[in-house]
């Protein structure tokens, strides 16, 4: 279907959420309030590794308004974590039994009447400890004699991950040139504006609701089960409006697990809310990574083989940490067609906060090393670094040996468009520097890590007598813009407007299931759930239509704002409000209820379609401080058939900045495992006088797998904004950085060091 | 000539691509096998993580190849 | 102690009962019940607190109940007139100046405050005016095409009159 056919999607249409959003309206789990609610705090170890001997909670408990204090004894002493299939991998207990094992590590939860009097009765814990050696680098936390920090594993070697292809070793052997290099990828804090919260109310006929802020409604309500023993069943989780998740509201969090805890042992309604100093230290984190990458290429510029070892610091749990180890390795490859190709990818623990998804996934570290080390091979090779692109581009239907199928990729396409900018931007000032970076990313991850036998994504559609739609989804709001993506889909199958959808979401007692916010999912996942409910819907209206409009088959009736027609003749038509009662009155008077559900099957290890694109970043880099400053960001993507245009482009200047900001200025400092720097002020996300222009180029690609032909968008520009930026900073003023962040200071000395060997080869030069 | 894994049969044209084998499938049985050959299969991947080369995993195609005569023992 | 002080917030007079320490931002957010405005950060960083007091842009958890008494504090939930949203609001749906929409609150009164002194922003004085309010998910380009747009509306709105 051409796209001028579509009435709904593809249109700049506002958000759905919006009114409510721009009123104060909207309510977040952080607004909520019960009656007779209590507030719950969580005590957490000022240790990097210690034991526990003994904690004595009785002073806390004769404070008065403090009800209760809760300490692992009280738990089930179950370990969670999200790759339920691999119990050795599920080793946070949340509330710590024998050990801490970070800074920020909870031990004892409590609930009061009052936030103050639970901040004051925090203080009359008495804990007592007994310190243990700890182990912060992961090149150190492996050597032998280093701390065990969890006692099943071995010298804190956690995961290893291999994937290859080809035969990398025979093929380094016939490559004209080789390179090898090192890099650091830093880690980031989500900086979610709200933070994890938790209402938790616990009734006395054995029930649990819990609303919280959360990435998955779904999981929250499987790993509280796990931890709590009540069934699926028995609790009920509201996910309320969501202030930003970014991948660190996925695994079970210390305030949801808590605050049930909390409510259960007291029948009453229990808050928790982290504070921003907990946010930063007592969270998760994306994962901080060392690369080693050897890179074959033949003198015309064709990429043979690509060796990637990675060592990623764990911290102190595993979380999602393991596919964030997977995710590097596979797109350490991309976006380019290697024949062979290695990874080997090592997770160890270390006495840190732990690192786990942040959105992007591995994908954003693998790609700042891979298009760094891009531009220094065609600066070797003497090859235009977009052409050495073009050259090795991956192209549709392209097949990645036991990892994916690549089918729609108009990568080549996005090359050239930047290319083109690139020479009508024209001669640069001094010290600007234009950098490249070619990425793609996943839409939707196929990993059922959580074990579910439910679809991934599920949705239901049901048609009301006043012809008003009501769609639930289990897909999970968090700021993206599911609700008006799924909105606009359900609307254009149905042929209504968007005015006619009801959306019912974020209750698990009422949506089918959808495993929520993470991979890039939402769009094509839940958007082909809605999509097969909503035709499943719109059949039942068409068998009925058929009686009254009488074409020769049923498919060649269709619907279109809000009138059943003939597909080939829009006039001979009648109305859908007519269409539905009918429907209706044939039904015994049921509603019409359509469903849907998707799951990806047979589409390879990581995800059923890719998205790709191109960054290209202009800098300008003070040579006196090293400060690089943000002068354009232009971006050539392709996403399949655009649903929500201005959705999609908020996505991609927001990611476009958090990548930035990642590549610059958000450095998480740490001493002896405890975050120096956990508030906004000395953790600098970039502000509105820190970003510049963008300009988004859309390239045009369809994906057969997703609805309407589109695919993810929006995340995967967390991706090649670090290797643009390091690219352009070495075009701009020839240094090239190789360990994140991208600091001034950084800059600064590899500017003095440059001056200084360049004086010691001077003199060499003038003799020559 | 194909070499097998020990403990699970699979084949490869050479003992550094069985080793990796080994260590990528790394359930109970293959470390078993490792832990029985009176290395460890820790060990083995840490010096595969911190050395140069292939360090860790030459080890283990060495004993791959000695393995081969049916000689050493088969776990699992 | 406890003491009871006289608030005016969206034009209507309130008794309430504060602690000595209390920000206007608890007092607003618990005692009044209106929660439009966004606690994040608590120490001044995020400018998701941000209200309009005696016609500045505060960030209400810097400041005091005590000393907001007597003064006139506008909050995200008093800027529509009636069912008739405010013309930064309707820009904000237009343009998709959020996401989340947690910082959206802070930043509607940071642009009020901006417009009110300044009908006519260049790009640069619209970002200085937000560069106060965080906001992790937008990356701003929109937020600034969004005051951008309210601004020519409201100049229109004020050469009809
Ligand atoms: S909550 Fe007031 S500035 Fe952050
Ligand atoms: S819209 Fe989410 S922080 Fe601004
Ligand atoms: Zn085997």
Same mark, same amino acid.
């Given at each position: 279907?051409?796209?001028?056919?579509?009435?709904?999607?593809?249109?700049?249409?506002?958000?759905?959420?919006?009114?409510?959003?721009?009123?104060?309206?909207?309510?977040?789990?952080?607004?909520?309030?019960?009656?007779?609610?209590?507030h719950g705090k969580i005590l957490r170890?000022p240790?990097?590794?210690?034991?526990?001997?003994?904690?004595?909670t009785?002073r806390a408990?004769?404070l008065?308004?403090v009800?209760?204090v809760?300490?692992?004894?009280?738990?089930?002493?179950?370990?969670?974590?999200?790759?339920?299939?691999?119990?050795?991998?599920?080793?946070?207990?949340?509330?710590?039994?024998?050990?801490?094992?970070?800074?920020?590590?909870a031990v004892a939860a409590l609930a009061a009447?009052?936030l103050e009097t639970a901040e004051k009765a925090l203080d009359l814990i008495d804990v007592?400890?007994?310190?243990?050696?700890?182990?912060?680098?992961?090149?150190?936390?492996?050597?032998?004699?280093?701390?065990?920090?969890?006692?099943?594993?071995?010298?804190?070697?956690?995961?290893?991950?291999?994937?290859?292809?080809?035969?990398?070793?025979?093929?380094?052997?016939?490559?004209?040139?080789?390179?090898?290099?090192?890099?650091?990828?830093?880690?980031?804090?989500?900086?979610?504006?709200?933070?994890?919260?938790?209402?938790?109310?616990?009734?006395?006929?054995?029930?649990?609701?819990?609303?919280?802020?959360?990435?998955?409604?779904?999981?929250?309500?499987?790993?509280?089960?796990?931890?709590?023993?009540?069934?699926?069943?028995?609790?009920?989780?509201?996910?309320?409006?969501?202030?930003?998740?970014?991948?660190?509201?996925?695994?079970?969090?210390?305030?949801?697990?808590?605050?049930?805890?909390?409510?259960?042992?007291?029948?009453?309604?229990?808050?928790?809310?982290?504070t921003?100093?907990e946010?930063?230290?007592?969270?998760?984190?994306?994962?901080?990574?060392?690369?080693?990458?050897?890179?074959?290429?033949?003198?015309?510029?064709?990429?043979?083989?690509?060796?990637?070892?990675?060592?990623?610091?764990?911290?102190?749990?595993?979380?999602?940490?393991?596919?964030?180890?997977?995710?590097?390795?596979?797109?350490?490859?991309?976006?380019?067609?290697?024949?062979?190709?290695?990874?080997?990818?090592?997770?160890?623990?270390?006495?840190?906060?732990?690192?786990?998804?942040?959105?992007?996934?591995?994908?954003?570290?693998?790609?700042?090393?891979?298009?760094?080390?891009?531009?220094?091979?065609?600066?070797?090779?003497?090859?235009?670094?977009?052409?050495?692109?073009?050259?090795?581009?991956?192209?549709?239907?392209?097949?990645?040996?036991?990892?994916?199928?690549?089918?729609?990729?108009?990568?080549?396409?996005?090359?050239?468009?930047?290319?083109?900018?690139?020479?009508?931007?024209?001669?640069?000032?001094?010290?600007?520097?234009?950098?490249?970076?070619?990425?793609?990313?996943?839409?939707?991850?196929?990993?059922?890590?959580?074990?579910?036998?439910?679809?991934?994504?599920?949705?239901?559609?049901?048609?009301?007598?006043?012809?008003?739609?009501?769609?639930?989804?289990?897909?999970?709001?968090?700021?993206?813009?599911?609700?008006?993506?799924?909105?606009?889909?359900?609307?254009?199958?149905?042929?209504?407007?968007?005015?006619?959808?009801?959306?019912?979401?974020?209750?698990?007692?009422?949506?089918?299931?959808?495993?929520?916010?993470?991979?890039?999912?939402?769009?094509?996942?839940?958007?082909?759930?809605?999509?097969?409910?909503?035709?499943?819907?719109?059949?039942?209206?068409?068998?009925?239509?058929?009686?009254?409009?009488?074409?020769?088959?049923?498919?060649?009736?269709?619907?279109?704002?809000?009138?059943?027609?003939?597909?080939?003749?829009?006039?001979?038509?009648?109305?859908?409000?007519?269409?539905?009662?009918?429907?209706?009155?044939?039904?015994?008077?049921?509603?019409?209820?359509?469903?849907?559900?998707?799951?990806?099957?047979?589409?390879?290890?990581?995800?059923?379609?890719?998205?790709?694109?191109?960054?290209?970043?202009?800098?300008?880099?003070?040579?006196?401080?090293?400060?690089?400053?943000?002068?354009?960001?232009?971006?050539?993507?392709?996403?399949?058939?655009?649903?929500?245009?201005?959705?999609?482009?908020?996505?991609?200047?927001?990611?476009?900045?958090?990548?930035?900001?990642?590549?610059?200025?958000?450095?998480?400092?740490?001493?002896?495992?405890?975050?120096?720097?956990?508030?906004?002020?000395?953790?600098?996300?970039?502000?509105?006088?820190?970003?510049?222009?963008?300009?988004?180029?859309?390239?045009?690609?369809?994906?057969?797998?997703?609805?309407?032909?589109?695919?993810?968008?929006?995340?995967?520009?967390?991706?090649?904004?670090?290797?643009?930026?390091?690219?352009?900073?070495?075009?701009?003023?020839?240094?090239?950085?190789?360990?994140?962040?991208?600091?001034?200071?950084?800059?600064?000395?590899?500017?003095?060091?440059?001056?200084?060997?360049?004086?010691?080869?001077?003199?060499?030069?003038?003799?020559? | 000539?194909?070499?097998?894994?020990?403990?699970?049969?699979?084949?490869?044209?050479?003992?550094?691509?069985?080793?990796?084998?080994?260590?990528?499938?790394?359930?109970?049985?293959?470390?078993?096998?490792?832990?029985?050959?009176? %290395?460890?299969?820790?060990?083995?991947?840490?010096? /595969?993580?911190?050395? !140069? $080369?292939?360090? *860790?995993?030459? %080890?283990?195609?060495?004993?791959?190849?000695?393995? /081969?005569?049916?000689? !050493? $023992?088969?776990? *699992? | 102690?406890?003491?009871?002080?006289?608030?005016?917030?969206?034009?209507?007079?309130?008794?309430?009962?504060?602690?000595?320490?209390?920000?206007?931002?608890?007092?607003?957010?618990?005692?009044?019940?209106?929660?439009?405005?966004?606690?994040?950060?608590?120490?001044?960083?995020?400018?998701?607190?941000?209200?309009?007091?005696?016609?500045?842009?505060?960030?209400?958890?810097?400041?005091?109940?005590?000393?907001?008494?007597?003064?006139?504090?506008?909050?995200?939930?008093?800027?529509?007139?009636?069912?008739?949203?405010?013309?930064?609001?309707?820009?904000?749906?237009?343009?998709?100046?959020?996401?989340?929409?947690?910082?959206?609150?802070?930043?509607?009164?940071?642009?009020?405050?901006?417009?009110?002194?300044?009908?006519?922003?260049?790009?640069?004085?619209?970002?200085?005016?937000?560069?106060?309010?965080?906001?992790?998910?937008?990356?701003?380009?929109?937020?600034?095409?969004?005051?951008?747009?309210?601004?020519?509306?409201?100049?229109?709105?004020?050469?009809?009159?």
């Open positions: 279907m051409s796209k001028s056919n579509y009435s709904v999607i593809g249109k700049r249409v506002g958000n759905v959420d919006g009114v409510e959003k721009v009123t104060g309206g909207a309510k977040y789990t952080v607004d909520m309030v019960l009656p007779n609610m209590l170890s240790h990097p590794h210690a034991r526990i001997l003994n904690i004595d009785r408990e004769q008065p308004g009800k209760i809760l300490t692992a004894k009280d738990t089930l002493g179950r370990k969670n974590g999200i790759w339920r299939n691999f119990r050795d991998l599920c080793d946070e207990e949340i509330l710590c039994r024998e050990k801490v094992r970070y800074v920020g590590d009447t009052d007592e400890y007994e310190l243990l050696p700890a182990a912060f680098d992961p090149l150190d936390a492996l050597h032998d004699g280093m701390p065990h920090i969890h006692e099943d594993f071995e010298r804190n070697m956690n995961v290893y991950r291999q994937i290859e292809w080809g035969d990398v070793e025979e093929a380094f052997s016939q490559c004209d040139h080789i390179r090898e290099d090192t890099f650091y990828c830093s880690s980031q804090a989500h900086g979610c504006l709200e933070p994890h919260c938790a209402l938790a109310s616990f009734s006395h006929d054995g029930k649990l609701t819990v609303w919280t802020s959360t990435q998955s409604a779904y999981y929250t309500q499987l790993l509280l089960s796990d931890m709590t023993g009540l069934r699926e069943g028995d609790i009920k989780v509201i996910k309320p409006h969501v202030g930003g998740g970014f991948g660190s509201k996925l695994s079970l969090d210390s305030a949801q697990y808590c605050a049930a805890l909390l409510s259960m042992k007291l029948t009453r309604p229990v808050k928790i809310v982290l921003r100093a946010e930063f230290g007592a969270t998760k984190r994306r994962t901080a990574i060392h690369y080693k990458v050897k890179l074959g290429a033949m003198k015309d510029g064709t990429l043979v083989a690509r060796k990637v070892q990675a060592i990623t610091e764990g911290g102190a749990y595993t979380a999602m940490g393991g596919t964030a180890l997977y995710l590097t390795g596979f797109f350490s490859s991309f976006p380019y067609k290697f024949d062979h190709y290695q990874y080997d990818g090592f997770r160890v623990y270390t006495n840190n906060e732990t690192a786990s998804a942040c959105r992007g996934f591995g994908a954003p570290q693998a790609n700042f090393v891979s298009e760094s080390q891009i531009d220094m091979m065609a600066e070797d090779l003497g090859i235009d670094p977009i052409e050495l692109r073009i050259k090795n581009a991956i192209t549709p239907n392209h097949e990645i040996p036991g990892q994916a199928t690549i089918r729609s990729c108009e990568l080549r396409q996005c090359l050239e468009a930047i290319d083109k900018w690139i020479k009508e931007r024209g001669p640069l000032p001094p010290n600007h520097g234009i950098g490249v970076s070619a990425y793609g990313f996943m839409s939707g991850g196929i990993f059922n890590w959580i074990d579910t036998p439910y679809a991934f994504s599920s949705a239901l559609v049901k048609i009301n007598v006043d012809g008003k739609v009501d769609l639930f989804i289990g897909a999970n709001e968090i700021g993206q813009g599911s609700n008006t993506t799924l909105s606009m889909i359900c609307a254009e199958e149905l042929g209504v407007r968007l005015e006619d959808i009801t959306l019912h979401t974020g209750d698990t007692s009422v949506c089918p299931v959808d495993l929520g916010a993470w991979g890039s999912r939402q769009t094509l996942m839940s958007g082909n759930a809605v999509k097969m409910a909503a035709l499943e819907a719109k059949k039942q209206l068409l068998e009925v239509a058929f009686h009254t409009l009488k074409p020769n088959v049923v498919y060649d009736l269709d619907i279109k704002d809000r009138r059943v027609h003939l597909a080939e003749r829009p006039r001979r038509g009648i109305s859908y409000f007519d269409v539905v009662k009918d429907a209706i009155r044939g039904k015994e008077g049921q509603a019409i209820i359509g469903r849907g559900h998707y799951t990806p099957h047979g589409k390879g290890m990581i995800s059923p379609a890719y998205s790709f694109g191109v960054q290209a970043v202009e800098v300008k880099v003070d040579r006196q401080t090293g400060k690089v400053e943000l002068k354009k960001i232009v971006t050539a993507h392709e996403c399949g058939q655009v649903i929500n245009p201005i959705g999609l482009e908020g996505q991609v200047e927001g990611a476009s900045v958090m990548a930035a900001g990642w590549a610059l200025t958000e450095e998480l400092k740490s001493r002896n495992g405890k975050i120096l720097n956990g508030d906004f002020r000395d953790y600098k996300m970039l502000l509105a006088e820190d970003v510049p222009e963008m300009i988004l180029i859309e390239v045009d690609s369809y994906e057969p797998e997703g609805p309407y032909g589109a695919k993810e968008a929006g995340e995967g520009l967390t991706v090649p904004g670090a290797g643009a930026i390091a690219n352009a900073v070495y075009n701009a003023v020839g240094v090239r950085i190789t360990q994140m962040p991208l600091s001034a200071e950084k800059i600064l000395q590899a500017l003095e060091e440059k001056k200084r060997t360049q004086k010691e080869v001077d003199p060499f030069e003038a003799v020559a | 000539m194909y070499l097998k894994c020990p403990v699970c049969k699979k084949e490869w044209n050479a003992s550094l691509k069985v080793a990796r084998h080994i260590f990528g499938n790394g359930d109970k049985a293959h470390r078993a096998w490792v832990n029985s050959q009176g %290395v460890s299969f820790t060990d083995l991947l840490i010096r /595969q993580a911190t050395g !140069s $080369g292939n360090q *860790g995993f030459m %080890v283990l195609a060495k004993i791959v190849e000695s393995s /081969q005569d049916g000689t !050493s $023992g088969v776990a *699992g | 102690m406890e003491r009871i002080i006289s608030l005016r917030v969206n034009k209507e007079d309130y008794k309430v009962m504060v602690r000595p320490g209390e920000s206007l931002l608890d007092v607003l957010r618990n005692r009044l019940g209106m929660t439009g405005t966004k606690e994040c950060c608590n120490e001044g960083d995020c400018g998701a607190c941000t209200v309009i007091m005696g016609g500045r842009a505060v960030n209400a958890c810097l400041v005091l109940a005590v000393e907001a008494e007597g003064e006139e504090i506008l909050t995200v939930e008093g800027l529509a007139r009636g069912s008739a949203l405010h013309p930064l609001q309707e820009a904000f749906i237009k343009c998709g100046g959020f996401q989340c929409g947690f910082c959206t609150p802070g930043m509607l009164m940071s642009a009020k405050a901006l417009l009110d002194e300044n009908i006519d922003p260049t790009e640069d004085e619209i970002r200085r005016g937000i560069s106060g309010n965080l906001c992790r998910c937008t990356g701003y380009v929109k937020i600034i095409d969004s005051i951008k747009e309210a601004a020519s509306v409201m100049r229109q709105g004020e050469s009809d009159e």
